[in-house]
């Protein structure tokens, strides 16, 4: 079995980082691998929304260091290390970025340094109970190297997220959710299901207007109020001109399910 798999069904892409014996710890072949999915998912009309989980009982426990070791210098310069974040490490983030389509993570167990970036970089995150997440760099002496500095602040603000980032202390799926990190936290076995039940639901959506809310929202939170407006005043009207808009607006008004193409 590969270490990273792919699968889509039913309009549902899902990525399942698949090395439960390391706590789904990722090499660098299995990020490599990671970005061409997302890339590819990006113009795949058969993929509308992601999910984003772990093998067995991890989301994912960060970077293998075993593996990083065997790819690099045993003394990597500063310019190595810089490149090999930007070669392989942030292809994720600048992939999810440039992707217009919901992705979910859920969160089935650790999710420590790397592995709590990466759900941080997804749109939403549903914990398991169970589940536990630290940022962890600081106790091995390093920063974050894949975007937590960036996304962590914009969920729960500087102050707490300085105090999560400096002293790597575990938060259980409740202060998750209490913080905003997770839209939902749900017993273990509910896991499964309750992220099936939101992706059903992002999928069977107008995928023309669910791309372009998802777009507004992040163009919106780095533009002014007047910036703002005027795109979305341009997103509603090539959204109402599509196709998929009249279906939605008959299938609303028949009471029925609308049945969407995507145009």
Not at 175 to 191: K, P, Q, T, W
Request: aromatic share 4%; hydrophobic share 45%.
């Amino acid at each position: 079995m590969a270490d990273l798999e792919y699968t889509v069904a039913d309009g549902i892409g899902t990525i399942l980082l698949n090395r439960p014996h390391r706590k789904n710890a990722f090499t660098l072949e299995m990020i490599d691998e990671w970005a061409r999915i997302l890339t590819g998912a990006r113009s795949d009309p058969d993929v509308r929304v992601i999910v984003l989980t772990g093998a067995g009982d991890a989301f994912c426990s960060g970077v293998d260091l075993s593996s990083q070791s065997s790819h690099r210098s045993e003394r990597p310069s500063p310019l190595e290390r810089k490149e090999h974040l930007n070669s392989h490490i942030h292809r994720i983030p600048y992939a999810l970025e440039d992707l217009d389509k919901p992705v979910i993570a859920a969160i089935n167990g650790v999710a420590v340094g790397a592995g709590m970036g990466m759900a941080l970089m997804c749109d939403m995150r549903i914990i398991a109970r169970s589940a536990r997440l630290s940022e962890g760099y600081i106790r091995v002496g390093l920063v974050p190297g894949d975007g937590d500095c960036y996304y962590l602040p914009r969920l729960v603000g500087p102050a707490k997220a300085l105090e999560l980032l400096l002293t790597g202390d575990f938060i259980d799926a409740e202060e998750a959710a209490r913080l905003g990190i997770a839209n939902h936290v749900v017993d273990d076995d509910d896991l499964p299901a309750a992220v099936n039940a939101l992706a059903r639901k992002l999928a069977d959506a107008p995928p023309v207007a669910v791309r372009t809310i998802k777009r507004a929202v992040y163009q919106s939170a780095r533009a002014d109020l007047r910036t703002a407006l005027d795109l979305i005043s341009s997103h509603m009207a090539v959204v109402a001109s599509t196709q998929d808009s009249a279906e939605a607006l008959a299938a609303f008004r028949e009471k029925r399910p609308g049945h969407y193409v995507g145009h």
